[in-house]
């Protein structure tokens, strides 16, 4: 373990899981590595205390809540109500010395708070401005996201901020802006700052908006009920309040002829990192993994390693936990390594990790969830009864129990173990928007 000197700041360690034996003719090398972050803390102040002040020391953050008030908003009309409370409770968490500010989104972007073209400052009184700003927010307009997060991002870049966050509520589709605009967007802020993503009601399109909190490297939700929202809110504002180190990357070196297969976060979700590969010297590239509080993350990694004789080792990748510094040279927090041994000992060559077995399965979970819901709409009942009931067998046998129940509101479980299902005629809006949302959420491995 590499251990940080500054002061609350976490600590990393790198834990690898692997069956470094490899058959004769054996090339792809599978490990499972679980990175833990302590020591920085997950919270900002007391949630009852009435204020954002606490004990721990203050992070160098800077947050931008960016609230749809597009028309849809309008209906009914206590969602509104509900955005602006919500945005409320999310302030009132902020803790002081934090930079923040308010944007007001439609098919345009406006920055309600401080509207000074920056952030201010947390304090009492910044808090109450910036609540009384929100109780001039009205419904009116149209959805253009893109321009929303390009608003984030220049306020955000106005300051010396280490740690850059975006909360992001909306409840209908982009539909006033090119695809490409928003995509193009998203590529522009990727990497300038993080973001959760929420979508309140069921209006509004699944993929779109968890195609934003993937490409900022944050967490995506529904809210069906907007009177959930407040304490939605509040959760996300005291885990960013927690984050105390940014810009954290998982740096591979791999050995001459190696070559990387896939680099995946698996735990607490699913997201495939492969492409977003920065090279890094050498054979070596980085991997962002965005902002850590106190919390621990597990990545699947696979390596093609050239092919060697019976009895002979090598290190088929080095990984590193890497901070960048101001003059460059990045800042190693912790090491792991990854072996291959080739062997003629069939026991040992066809065992299986229980951590590389365990999240292949719940990358596939993931995966059918989404073609059976897919085939679903489409029509297909064969291929949807067959995906969702892949879905619910892995999820039983993981012990998957928060998806397991979600698939249950979308097909009659005839038998979890089998995988034998049948579809249900009837399913409501929010159950099958809250299984497609929540189908990369993973459980670890169990003990």
Not at 224 to 237: E, N, R, T
């Amino acid at each position: 373990m590499a251990i940080l000197s500054k002061p609350n700041v976490p600590q990393f360690s790198v834990d690898v899981y692997q069956n470094e034996y490899l058959p004769e003719g054996g090339r792809e090398v599978n490990a499972v590595v679980t990175v833990t972050s302590t020591g920085g803390g997950t919270t900002g102040g007391h949630p009852l205390s009435g204020s954002a002040t606490g004990a721990r020391a203050t992070p160098n953050a800077g947050v931008v809540l960016m609230v749809d008030c597009s028309g849809s908003m309008e209906y009914p009309p206590t969602k509104m109500r509900n955005a602006r409370d919500a945005t409320a409770v999310a302030i009132d968490a902020i803790r002081d010395g934090v930079s923040f500010a308010v944007i007001a989104g439609t098919h345009v972007a406006r920055e309600i708070y401080p509207a000074n073209g920056g952030l201010a400052v947390a304090d009492p009184s910044t808090r109450a401005q910036a609540k009384q700003a929100l109780r001039r927010l009205a419904a009116g307009g149209g959805t253009a996201i893109g321009t929303w997060l390009r608003l984030a991002d220049k306020l955000l870049s106005s300051s010396s901020a280490a740690i850059r966050h975006g909360i992001l509520l909306t409840d209908g589709r982009n539909e006033h802006e090119k695809p490409e605009d928003l995509r193009s967007a998203l590529d522009a802020c990727a990497g300038r700052f993080t973001c959760d993503a929420r979508g309140v009601g069921t209006d509004w399109e699944v993929k779109e908006v968890t195609a934003i909190a993937s490409a900022l490297l944050g967490s995506v939700d529904i809210v069906a009920d907007p009177a959930g929202l407040a304490v939605d809110f509040q959760a996300m504002m005291e885990k960013t309040m927690g984050k105390e180190v940014a810009d954290v990357s998982l740096r591979l070196w791999t050995p001459q002829d190696a070559e990387i297969v896939f680099v995946k976060q698996v735990a607490p979700t699913v997201e495939d990192l492969t492409a977003r590969r920065g090279e890094a010297g050498p054979r070596a590239g980085d991997y962002p993994t965005g902002s850590w509080g106190d919390e621990s993350r597990d990545y699947h990694v696979c390596v093609r390693v050239p092919n060697a004789g019976i009895g002979q080792e090598m290190l088929a990748a080095r990984l590193s936990l890497v901070l960048p510094q101001p003059d460059g040279t990045p800042q190693v927090l912790a090491q792991g390594l990854v072996r291959a041994l080739w062997t003629d000992d069939l026991a040992e060559s066809t065992r299986i990790s229980p951590q590389v077995a365990h999240y292949t399965g719940q990358a596939e979970l993931a995966q059918v969830i989404q073609q059976g819901l897919e085939a679903r709409k489409s029509g297909d009942v064969g291929g949807a009864t067959a995906k969702l009931g892949r879905a619910v067998q892995l999820a039983s046998a993981s012990g998957n129990e928060d998806t397991a129940k979600l698939l249950a509101k979308v097909v009659d479980v005839v038998d979890a173990a089998s995988g034998t299902v049948r579809l249900k005629a009837r399913v409501a809006d929010a159950d099958e928007m809250t299984l497609e949302t929540r189908s990369k959420v993973t459980v670890r491995v169990k003990k």
